[in-house]
């Protein structure tokens, strides 16, 4: 595994080559906004959440009439990414398949991951290949754990998410990891969360009708983080009860409902790359000390 490090005046970062993922976010006076990723608690930072977000029913994808066994969030956040490019302002890894991804996920694909350092903010971007003569199908998640309080001798319950407009839309909860299709009022008031550890009793909160493409999240005497994610049409909020991380994670898809055993090309959230085409999403964190 290598560390790509992206430093700028306001703000650094380290990534690594193991999932390409986000490791750090520290602040110029050296405070870490990123979760340490405690094993004993959850042993990650900000994985990237590819060729699925969330679980499939019986964690099996049918394709044309045949059955793979994939696991939650998909393969990308365990396996190790080439590095394509590496200065102190901008990481490209990439990751394309293999042996081993084909024998649970029959598509050919480059997956590109891409972060920026701008000042006071870092961009991630996402760009999915497909180099195959045939339709590409997939998700694309991210699920960076911020810590939750953002600064010592803050109160938990005094941090918030402020969404850019109103949600009014119910909430989806999970049952087994799939998509109820019961829905559920949404905990959001005039634009905001006020978060709570007995939010996440059932897990995840998961917006799959959202208005919002950005958002803040703070508390009175922390940092402001700003998070823009204008391509994904999907949002999870998500922690362990009493964990020291809130979970912000913009999707391209989610779980699978709990009704749906189809084909993979129909499953809500998956996109179709033509041959030779590609896609992109992007979202960025800009850090207001």
């Not at 293999?98 to 701008?118: D, I, K, M």
């Not at 911020?146 to 049952?175: C, N, S, V, Y």
């Not at 049409?233 to 809130?246: D, E, Q, R, S, Y």
Request: aromatic letters at 8%.
């Amino acid at each position: 595994m290598t560390d790509c490090t992206l430093k700028s005046n306001t703000l650094s970062v380290k990534i690594a080559s193991q999932g390409a993922e986000l490791q750090s976010l520290k602040m110029a006076n050296g405070h870490e906004l990123l979760w340490q990723a405690d094993p004993a608690v959850w042993g990650r930072h900000a994985p990237h959440l590819f060729p699925i977000v969330g679980r499939l029913k019986n964690d099996t994808l049918v394709h044309e009439g045949k059955s793979y066994r994939l696991n939650n969030h998909g393969f990308a956040r365990d396996l190790e990414f080439t590095i394509v490019e590496c200065s102190t302002t901008h990481c490209t890894m990439m990751l394309t398949d293999s042996e081993q991804t084909r024998a649970c996920y029959p598509f050919a694909f480059e997956l590109h991951v891409t972060h920026t350092l701008q000042d006071h903010t870092l961009v991630i971007t996402y760009i999915v290949r497909n180099p195959a003569n045939k339709p590409l199908l997939a998700s694309v998640g991210a699920h960076p754990a911020f810590m939750w309080p953002l600064k010592p001798g803050i109160a938990r319950d005094a941090h918030t998410i402020t969404f850019e407009q109103d949600e009014h839309a119910p909430i989806r909860r999970l049952k087994g990891g799939l998509v109820q299709q019961q829905t559920f009022p949404t905990p959001v008031h005039t634009k905001t969360l006020h978060l709570r550890d007995t939010l996440f009793i059932d897990d995840v909160v998961m917006f799959d009708a959202l208005n919002s493409r950005s958002l803040v999240y703070t508390a009175p005497g922390a940092p402001k983080l700003h998070i823009n994610f204008p391509g994904f049409p999907h949002l999870g909020i998500w922690t362990k009860p009493n964990a020291g991380f809130v979970c912000i994670e913009p999707w391209q898809g989610h779980a699978s409902p709990e009704n749906f055993d189809g084909e993979f090309a129909a499953k809500p959230g998956v996109i179709n790359i033509p041959p030779g085409d590609e896609e992109s999403w992007q979202y960025s964190i800009s850090v207001e000390p």
